[in-house]
């Protein structure tokens, strides 16, 4: 089995990896806002029936856009959480063994 090893510290790097992927995702997500505007305005009324399929992947790709912006934000600060707990367990617990520990 391969030794797992965690810090706080690399938990935040980690996390600010979620932070850029939210972010990304969020103008990901409004990267082809009112694209069906834009077409209309370029090809006239031929354009209709493909705007009509343009708006339905604007919605979908918004609403995927969005999900993933969520899910990287909440695992950002789950792993932000993770690195408190961690650091305050390894403290109390340290601190117990100091103080199981005889002086020689």
Do not use: C
């Amino acid at each position: 089995m391969a030794n797992l090893t965690v810090t706080p510290d690399y938990l935040e790097k980690l996390a600010k990896s979620q932070d850029q992927a939210s972010t990304t995702a969020g103008d990901a997500a409004t990267a082809t806002s009112k694209i069906e505007v834009a077409v209309w305005v370029t090809h006239g009324v031929i354009s209709g029936v493909s705007n009509s399929a343009f708006t339905a992947a604007e919605k979908a790709r918004q609403g995927a856009g969005n999900n993933i912006k969520t899910a990287a934000s909440d695992l950002a600060a789950a792993l932000r959480t993770a690195g408190k707990t961690y650091a305050a367990v390894d403290e109390e617990l340290s601190g117990n063994l100091d103080k199981q520990v005889l002086p020689q």
